[in-house]
């Protein structure tokens, strides 16, 4: 493809793009295909010879569009949203177009440099402990997603607490990690892939509020001490999945400080909502952490994949994840005055990821990233109202920001019959959990394009389909 070339089919595409945005909100939410549906439709193998580039964008159409389920509609409400926009898919092409592969600061300058930039100044717009910042012992570094960086906590924890043994050796069955029973699955599979294994993982009670209680916690942790084992990871959530549960960090932060423990905080989906000086009471007790991530792939308009994990001493994860074959030696790493991203994660190779951050960061600025966060809280706050009210509903949860968990008075049967009804209307989309034991829905409202008129239509679904 000449640069010519590609100049026109960018256009098209781009083109689609556009015009994808403006039609989304009439498609159906929740892809109707069966399994096997996309599948058969594909041929079994590739072309031998190239083929037009229009043929492509047909079946993109006929094929692709029926199995996709549309994440960037206005009405999806299910799980946590991975929301976007126009800046941030342009800056996701302007990584492609560059094609940098930024492992180390000498393979593209800008893109480490930009990187530091751009998560000292989420710092400051998240009101996020002073530790975190690059010009201190600490820094952040953009991860895939928040999974990969409660494992490089985990590991990180790990090698702290065996004076970085286990990486010699692996480990020895002695190192135990904790977390509330609502913790994100991430935190699990981090425990089995650092080795820890799913046996070593505690998952500490929560209170009524779904938050961890801290003095059970501190429990656990002198419980396994006194049997001989090595307490080295706890991870707290700001905002759970299942239910938005503030856990609260100051009083875990001082258990795990007293103890010794690495204090990792997950603010996967709820992180954002910090950009509001408001909502930064949750935050309280960060600065007791060793390290912490949120999600700008979630609520933030920066498309998928984007996770900001920090930590207040690199030191430690550095020289838990450092590795330095000949290959890779350069002047400037060797002169100690840069940061080599590759130090800081699992893979080697690393994407530009900062410039979509970057540019919707400019594009929206912080006033404008706030006036957003703010609309679905305020968006949330009217429907939970909505369900408070109702006859049909009840509230499953308190709502702290912009998750509203609620179910059908008349018990599971009822919830369940409401949620498949409405979900096949494919007029919107949302997805369950289990509270308390009882089947509950989530309506989580956080669409780039969601506006009150698309919350009323849900509302008015949802209360059709709780008909008996
Ligand atoms: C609180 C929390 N932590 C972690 C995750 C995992 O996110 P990721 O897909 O970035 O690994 C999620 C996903 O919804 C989450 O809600």
Not at 95 to 109: I, R
Not at 146 to 152: D, E, F, G, K, W
Request: charged share 25%; glycine share 8%; aromatic share 8%.
């Amino acid at each position: 493809m000449t640069p010519e070339e590609f100049r026109r089919r960018g256009r098209e595409v781009v083109d689609w793009i556009a015009s994808y945005m403006e039609r989304v909100e009439s498609l159906p939410v929740l892809s109707r295909a069966a399994p096997g549906d996309i599948l058969h439709r594909l041929p079994a193998g590739p072309p031998d010879r190239g083929e037009p580039f229009e043929s492509v964008l047909r079946d993109l159409d006929d094929i692709v569009l029926p199995g996709i389920t549309h994440w960037q509609s206005p009405s999806f409400f299910a799980y946590f949203p991975a929301n976007a926009s126009g800046p941030a898919i342009l800056g996701d092409l302007l990584c492609a177009g560059l094609g940098v592969q930024g492992m180390l600061w000498s393979t593209s300058p800008a893109c480490t440099e930009l990187e530091m930039r751009v998560l000292d100044w989420l710092v400051g717009m998240l009101g996020l402990p002073e530790a975190f910042l690059s010009t201190g012992q600490g820094g952040g570094v953009i991860q895939d997603t928040a999974s990969s960086a409660a494992l490089c906590a985990l590991l990180a924890a790990r090698e702290r607490a065996t004076n970085f043994a286990s990486n010699a050796r692996g480990c020895d069955g002695r190192l135990t990690a904790y977390a509330s029973t609502q913790a994100h699955s991430s935190i699990e599979k981090g425990v089995r892939v650092a080795g820890l294994g799913t046996e070593r993982l505690r998952l500490v009670e929560v209170d009524e509020e779904y938050a961890m209680r801290p003095e059970r916690l501190a429990e656990a942790i002198d419980k396994d001490r006194a049997a001989g084992l090595v307490p080295c990871f706890a991870a707290a959530t700001v905002g759970t999945t299942s239910s938005n549960a503030m856990d609260p960090l100051r009083a875990l932060g001082e258990v795990c400080r007293a103890r010794g423990v690495w204090f990792h905080v997950d603010g996967a989906m709820s992180g954002t909502a910090a950009l509001c000086p408001e909502f930064r009471t949750f935050q309280d007790g960060l600065d007791l952490a060793d390290s912490y991530c949120f999600n700008p792939h979630k609520w933030m308009f920066t498309n998928f994949d984007c996770d900001c994990f920090y930590v207040a001493d690199r030191a430690a994860l550095i020289r838990t994840l450092s590795i330095l074959p000949e290959y890779l030696r350069n002047k400037a790493t060797e002169s100690g005055a840069v940061v080599d991203y590759r130090d800081w994660h699992v893979p080697l190779g690393r994407r530009f990821r900062a410039l979509k951050l970057w540019l919707v960061i400019r594009h929206y600025g912080v006033e404008g990233l706030r006036h957003h966060v703010r609309r679905h809280v305020a968006l949330a706050g009217e429907f939970a109202g909505w369900v408070r009210a109702s006859a049909e509903f009840e509230l499953a949860a308190p709502v702290p920001l912009n998750l509203v968990c609620f179910r059908h008075r008349e018990g599971d049967d009822a919830t369940r019959r409401t949620l498949d009804r409405a979900n096949a209307t494919g007029r919107m989309f949302l997805t369950h959990t289990k509270l308390g034991g009882r089947l509950t829905l989530r309506m989580s409202i956080a669409g780039t394009t969601t506006e009150e008129r698309h919350v009323r239509a849900a509302w008015d679904t949802l209360r059709e389909a709780a008909k008996p």
